[in-house]
């Protein structure tokens, strides 16, 4: 069976930093340890001191990064001050599995949410697909 967006969704990320906040309860980003070494390469600090100050660990274990004030910490300005190296989820919202369940929820999560929904060119299906696979492959090896 086809998924319903099987032609593709118009995206174009404006880099407006509003998935960078807790939306409700929902503030998380998940972060492998490969994620957190390269973040901490890029802030020049020990990987060690990375995850004390930017990490903590929710209640089934994972890791994420820490938010504050109701945001991301690395939303600053509300740009993303860590762009050149975001975690995969960062880099494949909004093509997420759960975003992508049915159009009604891709509404109500994406394009009443974020400006670059509905925008831009057409992603095609089959790179919605790979996104959407590389979140859950790194969800599910505890990677996201």
């Known amino acids: 069976m086809e998924p319903w967006w099987k032609d593709g969704l118009p995206f174009a990320c404006t880099q407006c930093g509003k998935c960078c906040h807790a939306r409700g309860d929902v503030s998380n980003v998940y972060v492998n340890r490969r994620e957190r070494a390269a973040l901490a390469r890029h802030l020049g600090i020990p990987a060690a001191e ?16 820490r938010f504050e004030d109701g945001h991301c910490v690395f939303l ?11 975690p995969v989820q960062c880099r494949t ?24 929904s509905g925008e831009g060119e057409r992603v095609p299906a089959a790179e919605i697909a790979r996104q ?13």
Do not use: I, M
Request: proline residues 5%.
């Open 132 to 144: 959407v696979a590389e979140t859950e492959a790194a969800f599910e090896r505890g990677e996201a």
């Open 76 to 86: 600053v300005d509300e740009r993303c001050s860590v762009h050149e190296v975001k």
């Open 93 to 116: 919202f909004p093509f997420w599995e759960e975003l992508l369940e049915n159009p009604a929820t891709y509404k109500e999560q994406v394009l009443d949410f974020c400006p670059g």
């Open 50 to 65: 990375f995850d004390a100050l930017h990490t903590r660990q929710d209640e089934e274990g994972h890791v994420t990064l």
